[in-house]
């Protein structure tokens, strides 16, 4: 087993008897004290986020975690439907699972889902995605202050601040890490 030097953001471990992903990791050594690593890691049951601190010599476990295409097919209360684009299995994801990507989840979305032994625990997804403006006030005339914006509801439900000219009806690319308007998109 590697010590836990060797964890790296994205990494899932087994620790404590459950899966969590690591967030964010840092190697500090202060002073004349031994090194730790300070990590936050989320468990993957619960979805809860923690701030672990491991000895550098401790060791971690990291889990053998298979990854596959699957497209988005449906939301059915808080659970999410996805089929594999090769065996055309379809699997059932928890809300929790996906975190904050069930904002930019559009059917027919395609997304790379990892697996642990079967089981669902967790999604990429692409770098940005299209989405339709479903609400927004209409841009008036003579605003036209540089870098002006106003806020415009998705048809995800996610709010993002646009350009005053991007109307209601219009698509638009939308950055899925931070969650930021890109550009208008054509269709």
Known sequence: MPNATEMKKGMVIKHEGDLWRCMDTQHVTPGNWRGMVQSVLRNLRTGAK?????????KIEPVFVETGEFQYLFRERNLYTFMNTETYDQVTVDEDAIGDGKNFLVENTNVQMQLHEGVPIGIDLPASVVLKIVETTPGVRGDTVTNTRKE???????????????????????????????????D
Do not use: I
């Open 152 to 186: 415009a509801t998705l048809e995800t439900g996610l709010v993002v601040k646009v350009p005053l000219f991007v109307e209601q009806g219009s698509k638009v690319r939308v950055d899925t890490r931070t969650g930021e308007f890109m550009e208008r998109a054509n």
């Open 50 to 58: 923690h701030e672990m601190r491991f000895r550098s010599t401790d």
